[in-house]
């Protein structure tokens, strides 16, 4: 049976880091609510994320709602049919944006920001209605916000919002705690817009010269989120989870 009665809502939590964290915290005891655009994505997870819950968890601990992040609409009546809960967890994101500035267009530009900083601070702001008074809200940025390799300026640059939107949102929202992830590499469906035969070697390719050398795997983050999510006494801080690569390459 379950050790918990709280409620984690995980947007983004029918792919990756996010169906991970769902996994983990259902272990845990959580009852977990987990949303994304596309439904046949929605229904595999909870496929998945029932099939795991089998052993131990409470009844009805898995459920799960189509939604889009970006619609202020859509929002209002996702949370609206949740109701209240505990915890917010939002790993969503726009896939794709590495480029030189030089071949930048508006339209990319406008597409990152749609995908990431706008439906964070909207999900954000819907959810306040019904999120714990004290509850708390994790969002995920990325280690792009710590490098200057060349090609990073759309994706360091809104992952670097999304995650001063953490520290700033921390000490706006208190009592509620407010944190992000940064991660690094993670094998994940993200990375879907690398062609298949090219997609290991890439991702090992990018992390052999950092300290623990290999992409991580999307438990590895799940961990954390559920620390931050755990940690009644952590607020305003961005963890970073990226087997090392802000340090810059090792070795050699
Ligand atoms: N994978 C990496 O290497 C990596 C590295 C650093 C940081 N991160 C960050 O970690 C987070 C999770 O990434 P991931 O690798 O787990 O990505 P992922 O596998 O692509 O999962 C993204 C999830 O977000 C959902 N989503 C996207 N846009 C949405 C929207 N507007 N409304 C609702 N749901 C939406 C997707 O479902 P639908 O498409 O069906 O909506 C999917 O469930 C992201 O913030 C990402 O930037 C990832």
Known sequence: ?????ERVVVIGGTSGIGLATAELL????????????DPQRLESALKRLNE???EGAAEGAVS????????????AGFFAQVGPFDHL???????????????????ELRRHSEGKLIPHLLTVKAALGTLRADGSVTLLGAVSSQLS???LVVLGSSNAAVETAARILAAELAPRRVNAVSPGIIDTPWWDWVPSEARAGALSSSTATTAIGRPGRPEEVA????????????????LP????????????
Do not use: C, K, W
Not at 223 to 238: C, D, I, Q, S, W
């Open 223 to 238: 961990h954390a989120v559920a620390f931050l999510v755990e940690n009644t006494f952590t607020t305003g801080v961005v």
């Open 89 to 107: 967890v939002i790993t969503l994101t726009a896939n794709g944006g590495v480029t030189a500035l030089t071949e930048l267009t508006a339209a």
């Open 1 to 5: 049976m379950s050790e918990h009665s």
């Open 64 to 75: 799960g709602l189509t939604l889009d992040a970006a619609d202020e609409e859509q929002l």
């Open 26 to 37: 259902l272990a845990r005891g959580y009852q977990v609510v987990v949303a994304g655009r």
């Open 241 to 252: 989870v990226d087997g090392g690569a802000r340090l810059g390459p090792i070795g050699g």
């Open 52 to 54: 795991g819950a089998a």
């Open 149 to 151: 390799a060349p090609g």
